[in-house]
């Protein structure tokens, strides 16, 4: 079955503290995974793909299909990374569908 | 990108009524979903609906419960039926291109609660 696995659900660090945020999929043949972020009082955005292979905000994620992870990095912490993020994978070309880990919250203290 | 118009953005609903929601994007779209967000849970997919004919159910999901219409390529709608208090959840509205890369944009969710 597919799944997408976010074993926190809240990790909270100080500013400048590198992030760690993991995500471990189950699906056999060859995913797209997806990073969305959910900002106060915003709706759900993308904050990078995985066939990108981009830095946004700071922020990178590398596929480790060995592992089946997905884990989204940040050496240095901002306050305003602070918010939701939900680890998403997307495993058809048939379907389009989009299967969602159960987010973790970052807080950030200053 | 596509813009989301999603209402309404919250509802309190006696049992055994019907909700509907509606979603409407600024422009030709794919696909469409529509998701739930239960309390502490993940976002689940209830099914795509389909323009011009009856939509996707995922398993656990059944028409009579959640009929969906889209009449057309910019506009859906969800209809919660004969509400009880388990299904007060965030429900939402998400949108998409064919492709594994394509992106997926959000409406802003509708949460109902059912007392």
């Known amino acids: 079955a597919q799944r997408v696995t976010q074993p926190e659900k809240l990790l909270s660090v100080f500013k400048g503290a590198p992030v760690e945020l993991k995500c471990n999929y189950s699906y056999s043949g060859s995913p797209e995974l997806f990073w969305y972020v959910q900002y106060s009082r915003q709706r759900l955005q993308l904050l990078l793909r995985?066939?990108s292979r981009e830095s946004i905000k700071g922020f990178t994620a590398d596929l480790n299909k060995g592992e089946t992870s997905f884990h989204l990095k940040k050496p240095f912490a901002q306050e305003e990374d602070s918010a939701m993020y939900y680890c998403a994978l997307k495993a058809s070309y048939n379907t389009d569908k989009l299967i969602f880990g159960t987010g973790t919250r970052l807080q950030v203290f200053p | 990108s596509a813009v989301i118009s999603q209402k309404p953005s919250r509802d309190i609903c006696q049992r055994g009524t019907s909700l509907t929601i509606q979603c409407q994007v600024d422009?030709?779209?794919?696909?469409m979903f529509w998701y739930r967000q239960q309390p502490g849970q993940s976002l689940t997919l209830i099914a795509t609906?389909?323009?011009?004919?009856?939509?996707?159910?995922e398993s656990g999901f059944v028409i009579d419960k959640f009929p969906i219409s889209r009449p057309n390529l910019t506009f859906s709608t969800l209809t919660v039926s004969n509400m009880s208090p388990e299904d007060s959840s965030i429900y939402l509205c998400i949108v998409g291109g064919r492709g594994l890369d394509t992106e997926a944009f959000f409406g802003q969710g509708t949460r109902l609660t059912v007392v």
């Open positions: 995985h066939i």
């Open positions: 609906a389909n323009q011009g004919s009856e939509a996707t159910y």
């Open positions: 422009s030709q779209v794919t696909m």
